[in-house]
């Protein structure tokens, strides 16, 4: 190959043939001029020296190669930056998935520690109820006034209303 110019105008553009024919003369073209009629158009010019005093052109359009390389620079980038962006929410959701996982961990704690107070709380108010209604009922075995037993049972049936509702409520 004796010399190869990018970009140059199409044939029979003035600029393009000034320009070829100082690439046929072995010298470096203007790859790069354009003119009004052609800026548009990429082409390849190849030269070859097939013999003494016999050189080959090759002229090549290759305007949709460039079109295409540019397009897929671009896509390239948005790609690039659709991945950073990616790899940022990445990031943001592994963080609060560990927040979560952190909450998520208290909040048990707390529910254990709820279920054993109310266990506690449970223990610690059914039992003197428990007791008040079987002394009652001792107390209602023995011999007791009219006036006494209905009292005795008044008791007996309050108690028996209380260890409902904290049932319920426990």
């Not at 359009?61 to 671009?74: C, F, G, I, M």
């Not at 790609?79 to 998520?104: D, F, I, K, P």
């Not at 209602?140 to 037993?149: F, G, I, R, Y």
Request: hydrophobic share 40%.
């Amino acid at each position: 190959i004796l010399g190869q110019l990018q970009e140059a105008h199409p044939v029979g553009c003035d600029m393009t043939l000034h320009a070829w024919g100082e690439a046929l003369d072995c010298q470096q073209g203007d790859p790069t001029a354009q003119c009004n009629d052609c800026a548009a158009r990429t082409y390849t010019l190849r030269l070859f020296r097939h013999s003494p005093g016999l050189t080959l052109c090759m002229i090549q359009d290759v305007t949709q190669r460039k079109q295409s390389e540019q397009l897929t620079e671009a896509y390239y980038g948005e790609l690039l930056a659709s991945r950073q962006q990616l790899e940022q929410q990445s990031a943001r959701l592994a963080e609060q998935t560990e927040a979560l996982q952190q909450a998520n961990t208290q909040i048990k704690a707390l529910a254990e520690q709820k279920m054993a107070f109310i266990t506690q709380m449970s223990h610690e108010i059914r039992t003197p109820i428990s007791g008040l209604m079987g002394l009652t009922q001792l107390l209602m075995d023995t011999s007791l006034s009219p006036e006494q037993l209905d009292l005795v049972d008044s008791i007996k049936l309050s108690a028996g209303a209380l260890l409902n509702t904290v049932n319920e409520l426990l």
